[in-house]
């Protein structure tokens, strides 16, 4: 049935040569290699030896500048971006930085239920999300903050979702920091590990199909973020395989911040870290240091042209970096790590820093503008922060609907029994916090 599927035939007319070399599987007599359908051209030898990892060199990690914020290259030098931008993006690092900090300190109080931080990491979210358009499609994870600021999330966007209130988009179903937002492009996080990663595949294999349908759109792709932890998911292998066979315009980036929860790196993999599995994988790939703004823009634009060459390929991109807080507010991270090692990364490199070194060489900003922008964003998130706090919880109704296009009857006795309930029982439930109260719960 799929060899009859005309789109199909248009895909694999599309795949580059290299990935249809399982059709020709002649040898010619006295060659020194074999088209074996499941290896690419490889060469005989006489010699038994087993290829070690030791053998190789690790892959180097592309930066643009060092932690002082020094050019490295000079020919290699930011350029083709306005001051105005990247000081946008250094208030943007803020915002989630100061944001973060007094969130942590609600979810301590008592007033989240739950919270995680972007400590260490803003760079390689807001740097990435620099170089992507509002119309490529994107999958996050639950540490990308700085993709949604990047990409136009307001504050008052965060700290709906964050409080589950009546203006919640999500209408307050998800637990914090599992934002979303189709305007956008980005897709809902979801708290299962990994599962982001097969569906930014699939994504990727639908807008491939749509640009054969109708090639006056304009070409997009989707990025798809994870830490290193989720690269050890399953879920992870099966998307880069079938993105590579399938030639899916993909991007994925993997956060590699040494912990995923409480295991370190060095409990989790013995190879080179997970740049090494996209070459496995026949996948463009690349290493670079999460903590230069530049070096990520710079590899993530490159990474999406090179996505939508010959029709569509993936493309891998590990940004190397380091936790510098717990996991999320359900952490203690100094039950597995010394403080001194999170207070030597503090000390030693941080995306924010780095970039405000920079800015300052080129006599973009100083101490004065420093102390004015931060007040004014603590300022700014305070006032949305206590905004949302206020508002009410959405509709108790909101509970049953959505779920199919009409409300089932097994919904309809759902919401009776529990109107019944709440009239039964009026002392043991406050519904004052929902708007409406229980009003909707009898209603068709």
Not at 15 to 24: D, G
Not at 367 to 372: A, L, Y
Request: aromatic share 8%; hydrophobic share 35%; glycine share 8%.
């Amino acid at each position: 049935m799929l060899l009859r599927n005309p789109l199909r035939a248009q895909i694999l007319q599309r795949v580059p040569r290299r990935q249809t070399r399982w059709s020709s599987l002649s040898q010619r007599p006295g060659s020194d290699r074999v088209h074996f359908p499941g290896a690419v051209s490889s060469k005989f030898t006489t010699k038994l030896s087993f290829e070690h990892p030791s053998t190789h060199p690790a892959m180097p990690t592309y930066r643009v500048m060092d932690s002082d914020g020094v050019v490295v290259d000079e020919s290699r030098k930011p350029s083709g971006i306005s001051n105005e931008e990247i000081v946008t993006w250094y208030r943007n690092m803020l915002t989630v930085s100061i944001m973060d900090l007094i969130m942590f300190d609600a979810q301590r109080q008592g007033r989240l239920s739950f919270y995680m931080v972007s400590a260490g990491e803003e760079g390689i979210a807001i740097g990435s999300a620099s170089a992507l358009v509002p119309e490529d499609v994107i999958f996050c994870q639950y540490r990308e903050t700085g993709v949604f600021k990047q990409r136009g999330f307001a504050l008052s966007d965060f700290m709906n979702q964050l409080f589950a209130n009546c203006k919640d988009a999500g209408k307050g179903r998800n637990m914090p920091v599992h934002y979303g937002s189709g305007k956008l492009n980005i897709h809902t996080i979801s708290s299962p590990l990994a599962t982001q990663i097969p569906q930014a595949a699939g994504a990727a294999y639908a807008l491939k199909i749509q640009a054969l349908q109708n090639p006056d759109v304009p070409p997009r792709v989707v990025a798809c973020y994870f830490g290193e932890g989720a690269a050890s998911e399953g879920d992870f292998h099966a998307a880069l395989n079938i993105a590579a066979t399938r030639s899916c315009p993909v991007v994925f980036i993997c956060r590699n911040n040494g912990y995923a929860i409480s295991t370190s790196t060095l409990e989790q993999y013995r190879g080179d870290g997970i740049a090494s599995r996209g070459i496995g994988y026949g996948i463009d790939t690349i290493r670079v240091d999460g903590n230069d703004i530049f070096a990520v823009r710079e590899v993530t634009k490159e990474a999406r042209r090179m996505a939508l060459e010959d029709g569509g390929k993936p493309v891998l991109i590990e940004a190397m970096s380091y936790r510098v807080s717990h996991h999320s507010t359900s952490d203690d991270s100094f039950a597995y790590r010394a403080k001194v090692e999170v207070e030597d990364w503090k000390r030693r490199d941080n995306p924010i820093t780095r970039l405000r070194k920079w800015m300052q060489h080129q006599g973009m900003w100083d101490e004065e503008k420093e102390k004015e922008a931060r007040s004014q964003i603590r300022k700014d998130v305070l006032k949305a922060f206590a905004e949302a706090e206020k508002e009410k919880k959405g509709p108790l109704r909101d509970m049953f609907t959505d779920v199919y296009e009409d409300l089932t009857e097994e919904s309809r006795g759902h919401m009776k029994e529990l109107g019944r309930l709440l009239d039964d029982y009026p002392e043991e439930y406050d519904v004052n916090e929902f708007e409406g109260g229980r009003k909707g719960l009898s209603e068709p």
